[in-house]
T-cell receptor, first 111, second 117 residues
Framework: TQLLEQSPQFLSIQEGENLTVYCNSS?????LQWYRQEPGEGPVLLVT?????EVKKLKRLTFQFGDARKDSSLHITAAQTGDTGLYLC???????????FGQGTTLQVKP | DTEVTQTPKHLVMGMTNKKSLKCEQH?????MYWYKQKAKKPPELMFV???????INESVPSRFSPECPNSSLLNLHLHALQPEDSALYLC????????????????FGEGSRLTVL
């Protein structure tokens, strides 16, 4: 069974701080996706990483896919209150048609 | 704005009621999904429709009955639910619709918040 472990599960920081969220597995994934979900909304896709070692940047967010395609990280620089939400990593499970979600990281950025 | 539209946004029902959740997308996606989500937890897959045919049922109780009338619409019929079924129900779609291919990137609706009394 493929599993994705996210850490930390909860994170409360002050505006302006930096943070990193990790998504780890013992399995290889063909790609990993990161979603952000705000309260009362559905998850919104932030990025997809496909190539081992790949780094993608989205404004203050930096996403990295591990060389072995078993792990990924999300780094936020100078967090803002608008970054508050549930961050989910998700990996494609081979050819089963299923997306495997991590347990999620709840981020609270305080003013 | 999301391109996957779900109605209603909120639903309160008793355990003997029959109700339906509706989902619509006009992106030409051929795979559609129902997920159930509890607070601060990841979405849990319930059903997958691929080219309007049910391709995955994650052992969901029969009190949940999915229906895909056409490639743009997905319904979830609810009957005799339990209070523990209260949750956010998310519909999603993706470009990949062929059975045997992984999910690809999902586009979620805003969800229907269901409360069972």
């Amino acid at each position: 069974t493929q599993l994705l472990e996210q850490s930390p599960q909860f994170l409360s920081i002050q505006e302006g701080e930096n943070l990193t969220v990790y998504c780890n597995s013992s399995s290889v994934f063909s790609s990993l996706q990161w979603y952000r979900q705000e309260p009362g909304e559905g998850p919104v896709l932030l990025v997809t990483v496909v190539t081992g070692g790949e780094v993608k940047k989205l404004k203050r967010l930096t996403f990295q896919f591990g060389d072995a395609r078993k792990d990924s990280s999300l780094h936020i620089t100078a967090a803002q209150t608008g970054d508050t939400g549930l961050y989910l990593c998700a990996g494609e499970s081979g050819n089963t048609g299923k997306l495997i979600f991590g347990q999620g990281t709840t981020l609270q950025v305080k003013p | 704005d999301t391109e996957v539209t779900q109605t209603p946004k909120h639903l309160v029902m008793g355990m003997t009621n029959k109700k339906s959740l509706k989902c619509e997308q006009h992106m030409g996606h051929r795979a559609m999904y129902w997920y159930k989500q509890k607070a601060k937890k990841p979405p849990e897959l319930m059903f997958v429709y691929s080219y309007e045919k049910l391709s995955i049922n994650e052992s969901v109780p029969s009190r949940f009955s999915p229906e895909c009338p056409n490639s743009s619409l997905l319904n979830l019929h609810l009957h005799a639910l339990q209070p523990e079924d209260s949750a956010l129900y998310l519909c999603a779609s993706s470009k990949r619709g062929l059975a045997g291919l992984a999910a690809g990137e999902l586009f979620f609706g805003e969800g229907s918040r269901l409360t069972v009394l």
